[in-house]
Every structure is written in C-alpha cells, then in structure tokens.
C-alpha cells in the first residue's frame, strides 16, 4: 500500500446521469477526506469522514451529492443527475489523526467531464 | 480558519533559490503552518509543516517569524521539474481540527 488510489482517473458522462468515484486511502489512515478543484482553483472541501462516520459536509455537497464510507476502509461519492457545472477534478485524501505530522496524502484524483 | 494571502504567481531561472512569503496575520495560538506543492493532473503533495523559527527538510526550508503572522517557503537551487502550484495553509494540528482550507496557491514557473 504506497498511497491513495482513485478510480476511476477519468470519467466522461452525459448530463443528467449519475456517477460514481471509489477511493482507497492508506489502510492504516483512519481519516479519509473528499475535495473538489476547478482549473486555476486551489481544492474545495467537500466532506470528510473519521473511520466510518462523516463528520462534517461542505455547503457545496448538495443533496445530488453523498458519500459513504463503509467499515471505515474505501469510500464512494456519488453524484446524481449530473450538471456541466460538476465538471471538475475529485481528489480524495487520507490522514492518520495524532497531534504532530499533520499531513495529508492525496491521491491523484477523477476528473469528471459533463457533457 | 486563518486566512492566507500569497503571491498568485512567480517566475525563476533553474539552479537559482526561491522564497515564497505567506502572510497569515490572523493565525491562532494553536495554528500549524503547513506547504503544500501540487503538480498539473495530481493531487496535492505534503511538503513542509512547522509552529515558529525554522524547519528544515530534504525537499525545503520554511522560516517562520516570532510573530507567526508570516511564513517563507524556501526552495533552494530550483529545478524544472519543481515547477508547480504551492499553497500555503494555517490549521490546528490537533485531533479536533476537521479540514485543511485550500487558497489559489502561488504558481511557481522555473525556466532555464
């Protein structure tokens, strides 16, 4: 285990259907954070979990929007009935919560194309 | 959250050193100062972390005044291939601190 996988790397969807995103974090990472990013935009908070609970969501995760994590491992986000404007990169990140090493690990992300 | 401000972007020759200056004038006792360098078509990458004075590590310096209102990333002897975005972030480095909040970042653009 080297890092934070993503699938898909790319994805290309017509508008109005729905998608879905898997992430692996780092096995031993018990935080697990979803981001989205805009071109020339630093990443966006969406949501993130500690093990399996989602502990906070971001006004922009609207109600097309949920993520899970199952038993505290991988997680999906999914978002229904896709728009143009949910054209963007996906990053999921890992972290292992303690007091110092504050680091995230990122994977390199799904980029997401409405079309 | 602290706010920061950096600048959006800076040019350098390879070979020479870069400084990047963040200014964070709201940052909390608690506050970490935290790098962030992030390549085209990748996520984000860990680069430094520190609290006051300097840190050093394989990759860059970071100074951090006693004042804490103000951190400079330094990268010595720049490469190409060390073209990229960098963000600068101030969070709690503690187990209450939920998200690291992401600003523009610097893009950094190193010619030969």
């Known amino acids: 285990d080297t890092g934070v996988s993503q699938d898909p790397r790319h994805k290309i969807t017509k508008r109005g259907q729905n998608v879905t995103f898997r992430c692996d974090p780092i096995s031993e990472h018990n935080r697990l954070y979803w981001y989205r990013q805009t071109l020339g935009q630093g990443p966006e908070f969406l949501t993130y979990?500690?093990?399996?609970?989602?502990?906070?969501k971001s006004r922009l995760l609207s109600d097309r929007f949920s993520a899970e994590r199952p038993k505290g491992s991988f997680s999906t986000l999914e978002i229904q009935r896709t728009e143009q404007g949910d054209s963007a990169m996906y990053l999921c990140a890992s972290s292992l919560e303690q007091g110092r090493n504050y680091g995230y690990t990122f994977g390199s992300g799904t980029r997401l194309t409405v079309v | 959250l602290a706010k920061t401000t950096q600048p959006i972007s800076m040019d350098s020759y390879e070979g020479q050193e870069v400084n990047i200056t963040c200014s964070h004038n709201n940052i909390a006792t608690n506050d970490y100062i935290t790098w962030y360098q992030q390549f085209p078509s990748q996520g984000p990458r860990f680069i430094i972390q520190g609290y006051k004075t300097k840190v050093t590590n394989e990759v860059a310096s970071l100074f951090i005044p006693a004042d804490r209102k103000s951190s400079t990333l330094s990268l010595p002897r720049v490469s190409l291939s060390d073209t990229a975005v960098y963000y600068c972030?101030?969070?709690?480095?503690?187990?209450?601190?939920?998200?690291?909040?992401f600003g523009t970042g610097t893009r950094l653009q190193v010619t030969l």
């Open positions: 979990f500690q093990n399996e609970a989602q502990l906070e």
């Open positions: 972030l101030v969070a709690p480095n503690t187990g209450t601190a939920s998200k690291l909040t």
